[in-house]
């Protein structure tokens, strides 16, 4: 979360101004820390475009602004929770700050049923991948289905099962957990013609994926703030002048 808390003794205005016009100066003050916010969001999903890895809509559109009230600065920050999936303060962590990647949802799930050690990391196949350069919830949901690592909730039913439906979506006999050829992972039986193979879906790292800093959100919101804060103070002060009751 990026604050932009203005106060009195940074407006850039001379002492008799101040003293003469004080009792515009919070509101003046709260309307360019909300401009600013406003431009820093702007900037940030510019930057966002350019040094993310594809990334998707959900992902650009979860930058909010809240206004600056009396007490209170503004702020620009990530939606921190949605209905489903991870939240987009959670996953752009490493790239904001850098580090070794936390465990996700689904190698949590592999670890609670055995599947997958504490100390690995499954690293997808990339004919998984889609245009977002992600595996979907969807195709997820199935693999763990087929492990029997799906139901990470109480009362949700979503294995596979012996039951005639389950059977003819096929998940439990399509993905297996495994060493093949001495690697370890997640695999798909397919079938070519009469032959019966094998691909790695996901295979398991010993080492936790690092990250380098490629997102610096604070540093992008400062350098906004600092080239664009005489502008606006300017205009936000003659906005209060124009508007002002005599």
């Known amino acids: 979360m990026f604050k932009l808390d203005l106060s009195l003794d940074s407006a850039p205005i001379s002492a008799a101004l101040q003293e003469l016009e004080k009792k515009h100066l919070p509101f003046v003050l709260m309307l360019t820390a909300t401009r600013l916010a406003q431009r820093v969001k702007k900037g940030t999903i510019t930057v966002m475009g350019k040094r993310l890895d594809r990334p998707t809509p959900t992902t650009l559109n979860s930058l909010f602004v809240k206004m600056a009230s ?15 999936g991870v939240p987009a303060d959670t ?46 919830r969807g195709t997820m949901l199935k693999i763990l289905s087929g492990l029997g690592a799906a139901e990470l909730r109480s009362g949700y039913q979503a294995n596979a099962s012996i039951s005639k439906r389950s059977k003819r979506k096929g998940n439990a006999h399509r993905f297996f957990s495994g060493a093949v050829d001495g690697q370890q992972g997640i695999w798909e039986r397919k079938t070519i013609g009469r032959a019966e193979g094998v691909r790695p879906v996901f295979v398991f ?8 800093t490629i997102f610096p959100f604070f540093k992008i919101g400062e350098n906004i703030v600092k080239a664009n804060y005489a502008v606006e103070f300017a205009d936000a002060f003659a906005h209060a002048m124009a508007t002002a009751k005599p």
């Open 70 to 84: 009396k007490g209170k600065p503004a702020q620009v920050y990530f939606k921190d929770e949605w209905t489903s």
């Open 91 to 136: 996953y752009l962590q490493q790239t904001v700050v850098g580090g070794l990647r936390p465990h996700k949802r689904f190698e949590k799930a592999l670890i609670a049923r055995g599947l997958m050690k504490s100390s690995q990391y499954a690293l997808p196949n990339a004919s998984l991948l889609n245009q977002y350069g992600n595996v979907s």
């Open 205 to 212: 790292s010993d080492g936790a994926p690092g990250y380098r």
